[in-house]
């Protein structure tokens, strides 16, 4: 799994002129799937997520995580995550997992992140979404299971 986390003041994902969701303070996700994920990808993302420290404390170091601020998550999956771009000037979305598996994963990981208490809204899976985000610092980070 890969995800691009980024820190902001506030976010929403419409779809077809409509909101379909909205969060303040928090995360936005855009979570990509491999065919190769699963529950041990999903547990280790929903925890580093879920712990991550890059809210500023009293003394302006990035030292608390989303719950102590009581922020949200916005998650939207987005399999251009796996975009090869190696060759030509057209990605490949090859990597990228099958659709009705990557949906599953997707829909787990969000269900994993409001187990653990958080408020979690998301965009429609596969749909043409307009997101848009007030990315906050800017704080941005990519985490990769191939990577952990």
């Known amino acids: ?20 969701g909205k969060i303040g303070q928090g995360f936005v996700l855009l979570v990509g799937v491999q065919d190769s994920d699963g529950q041990e990808e999903i547990d280790y993302l929903a925890h580093k997520i879920h712990k991550l420290r890059v809210f500023e404390d009293d003394n302006d170091k990035l030292n608390l995580d989303i719950d102590t601020v009581g922020g949200s998550i916005l998650s939207i999956s987005q399999f251009t995550l796996y975009g090869d771009t190696r060759k030509g000037n057209r990605p490949s979305f090859t990597g990228a997992g099958e659709p009705s598996h990557a949906n599953q994963i997707y829909e787990q990981f969000n269900d994993k992140l409001r187990d653990a208490g958080l408020d979690v809204q998301t965009g429609i899976f596969g749909a043409d979404m307009l997101v848009d985000i007030q990315n906050d610092g800017p704080v941005t980070i990519l985490f990769d299971t191939e990577n952990k």
């Open 1 to 20: 799994m890969r995800v691009v986390l980024q820190k902001v003041k506030q976010a929403s994902v419409s779809i077809d002129g409509k909101v379909h």
